[in-house]
């Protein structure tokens, strides 16, 4: 495994990042913990994770599912890089949600105990939360760092201008400020290469694509539902996608098998490559799943297979970064 820093910091990182959205959900935990294991054993070390996750047993079980793995030992924790996010409604109390700084403060002591560790390594703020001043959420995040409780700040699903907000508070008062930015982007979903991640380049943020396939839609689903094995690609994100890119998605199933390549592959290679891209976030299953993408970091793409990709799935405006995206 060839590790990255993530983004301007020297924290090291594998270019692939283990999202935890399935495990115990549509895994069993036993299933879990084989997962993680081979995730270590190939050389990954970013866990991803986040307080809402496992919301359809509990919120906050999967923090506690990860909580047990590292309890088993073997130096699992002091392995990896893991980041949790704070935001997503806990309760319906008022003040359980948000980037409140009493909010951040509780939720991520509330992680730190489900965990059972003593540090975060990345505390993402899950979205934008336009009620909290910047003054506020960087005071809540100074103290969590100078209490030694998390050592970086990322964002999630922020726009281009919320990154450059941020970047001029902290700044004003000497905090690091952001290190990474997790945004929706595959092949189907391109609109962050018009703002988001130029700004991320321009101030050093890793981007760290999440949901890569969208949702499994580019995983080989037409194949999939035609021979009743689609699970994923039933339901969801793919599901709500596949009538407006159905026709779409046929071509490019079409044209991976012309090149002999799986669609799942191909779509995580074609994310992993493109610029500012530090880290997909990838979601698997089944130990299948989680070696694809292991595969797709070897797997060098042909010119004539990218050009077809780029007039199935064409970038926003002339493509691009903005203005030039969208003006001359």
């Known amino acids: 495994m060839e590790y990255t820093t993530l983004g301007r910091t020297a924290l090291r990182v594998s270019p692939i990042c283990f999202g935890t959205l399935n495990l115990g959900v549509r895994t069993t935990e036993q299933e879990a913990v084989d997962l993680l294991d081979l995730a270590l054993e190939r050389g990954v070390n970013f866990l991803d994770t986040a307080n809402l996750y496992g919301w359809q047993k509990h919120k906050g079980y999967t923090e506690e599912l990860l909580g047990d793995y590292f309890a088993l030992g073997g130096l699992r924790r002091e392995k990896v890089v893991l980041s949790t996010k704070v935001g997503n409604p806990m309760t319906d109390l008022p003040n359980d949600s948000g980037l409140s700084a009493r909010n951040i403060i509780a939720s991520c002591e509330a992680s730190l105990k489900r965990l059972r560790t003593d540090w975060i390594d990345v505390l993402f703020m899950h979205h934008i939360d336009r009620s909290a001043p910047w003054e506020e959420v960087w005071q809540a995040m100074e103290h969590l760092v100078a209490q030694g409780k998390i050592r970086y700040v990322g964002s999630s699903n922020f726009a281009g201008w919320h990154l450059v907000e941020a970047q001029a508070s902290a700044r004003e008062r000497n905090f690091l400020g952001l ?113 694809g993408a292991l595969n797709a970091m070897e797997l060098e793409l042909p010119a004539p297979l990218l050009e077809e990709l780029e007039l199935i799935f064409p970038p926003v405006g002339n493509g691009g970064p903005g203005p030039e995206a969208w003006a001359w």
Do not use: F
């Open 179 to 291: 290190v990474a930015e997790s945004c929706v982007y595959n092949l189907v979903t391109r609109a962050v290469e018009l703002e988001l991640i130029p700004a991320a380049q321009k101030y050093g943020l890793a981007v760290l694509p999440w949901s890569p396939l969208h949702g499994g839609l580019l995983s080989g689903a037409l194949r999939k539902m035609a021979e009743g094995s689609a699970v994923k690609t039933a339901q969801g994100r793919a599901q709500v996608a596949m009538p407006k890119h159905g026709d779409a998605i046929a071509s490019y199933e079409k044209l991976c098998e012309s090149h002999g390549l799986d669609p799942a592959e191909v779509g995580m290679a074609w994310v992993m490559n493109q610029p500012g891209v530090t880290a997909p976030v990838i979601g698997p299953r089944t130990a299948e799943q989680l070696i």
